[in-house]
C-alpha cells in the first residue's frame, strides 16, 4: 500500500496524540512517498522548531526516497519517456530524477540548514506559483461571465461538464498544449495519432483536469468561486501524484473536493487510488493497529 499525504496531513499528523501508534501502523504495513511540494510547504513554516520537526517526520516516513518529482516535471517526463518508448510501446517513467530537486533532498535530510533566506525564497515561489495558475483559471472571469449571462443555457453547471467543454476543443488542446511541450522535452514533433496514445498516460488527464476543474471553480460558477474557498495551483497540481499511489490524505477541505473529482480519470483507466480525509485515514488506521 503506497501512500502520499498532503502537508495539511502531515500537520495533522505531527499534532496527533497517536502519531507513534499511526506511523509505527504506516510503515509496518505500507509505504510512503513524499513530494518535492511537501519538502517545499514544509519548510516554508514559520516557526524554527516545528518547520524542523515536520520535515525529520517526512524523513522518517520517507525511509530514505528521494522525494517525487513536482507535478509539471512528471508531465515532462512522461513526454521524454514516451519518445523513448520501447519498439514494443512500452515506457519508462523515473518519478523522482528533478536535477533541480537537490536542495530538497539536502533540506529533507539536513532540516537545520533551512534558514530565514531560504524560507522567504520558497514563500515568493509559491506566491509566484499560485499568482501564476490564479491567472490561468479565473483570469478570463469577466468574460466567461458576460458570454454566459448572454447566453445562459451555454453555462456550464458542474465542472464535468466545463471539461467535456473543453474537450470540444481537443485539436486546440494537441495543437497550443500539449505537442509544444513534446516538442521542447524530446526534440521532436508530436503527431495526432501520437497525442491521442500519449494522453491516454493518466498524468496528463489529471495535471490539465486540475486546470480545468479550477476554470470551472474560479471562472465559471456564479458563487463561492474567490481564491480562498477554492483549492490553488500547489493542491490541485498534485492530482498527477493520484496516478503513483495507492491513498491520498489530505486535511484540506477543499482540495479534498477536488482531488475526489479529479480521481475519476484515474478510475478510468482501473487505478482504484482512494482519496482520505485525515479523520478517516486515521480512524482506519488504528483500528488496524
Request: glycine share 6%; proline share 4%.
Amino acid at each position: 500500500m503506497r501512500y502520499c499525504l498532503d502537508t495539511s496531513a502531515l500537520n495533522r499528523l505531527l499534532d496527533d496524540p497517536e502519531r507513534e501508534a499511526i506511523v509505527t501502523g504506516m510503515l509496518v504495513g505500507a509505504s510512503f512517498r513524499i513530494s518535492a511540494y511537501n519538502v517545499i510547504e514544509a519548510a516554508k513554516t514559520k516557526n524554527v522548531s516545528r518547520r524542523q520537526e515536520l520535515v525529520r517526520l517526512m524523513r522518517r516516513l520517507a525511509e530514505n526516497k528521494r522525494p517525487l518529482d513536482p507535478p509539471n516535471y512528471l508531465i515532462r517526463a512522461v513526454a521524454r519517456g514516451y519518445a523513448q518508448r520501447s519498439p514494443k510501446g512500452e515506457v519508462s517513467l523515473t518519478v523522482n530524477a528533478d536535477p533541480n530537486l537537490e536542495g530538497v533532498w539536502v533540506a529533507l535530510n539536513e532540516p537545520e540548514r533551512i534558514d530565514e533566506e531560504v524560507r522567504a525564497e520558497l514563500l515568493a515561489w509559491a506566491e509566484k506559483w499560485e499568482n501564476d495558475y490564479d491567472g490561468i483559471a479565473a483570469g478570463p472571469r469577466q468574460e466567461f461571465q458576460e458570454l454566459f449571462d448572454k447566453y445562459p443555457e451555454q453555462r456550464p453547471r458542474t465542472p464535468a461538464a466545463t471539461i467535456r467543454s473543453y474537450m470540444k476543443h481537443d485539436q486546440q488542446i494537441f495543437e497550443q498544449f500539449v505537442a509544444p511541450i513534446f516538442e521542447k522535452e524530446t526534440g521532436k514533433t508530436l503527431s495526432r495519432p501520437e497525442y491521442d496514445d500519449l494522453i491516454a498516460e493518466r498524468m496528463w488527464a489529471l495535471y490539465f483536469g486540475g486546470y480545468a476543474y479550477a476554470c470551472h471553480q474560479r471562472a465559471v460558477q456564479t458563487d463561492r468561486f474567490s481564491r480562498n474557498r477554492n483549492a490553488g495551483g500547489v493542491d490541485l497540481g498534485q492530482a498527477v501524484y493520484l496516478r503513483l499511489c495507492d491513498r491520498f490524505v489530505t486535511n484540506d477541505k477543499a482540495q479534498y473536493r477536488g482531488l475526489r473529482f479529479l480521481n475519476r480519470f484515474n478510475r478510468a483507466a482501473g487505478h482504484e487510488t482512494e482519496v482520505l480525509r485525515y479523520d478517516t485515514f486515521r480512524r482506519r488506521l488504528l483500528i488496524t493497529v
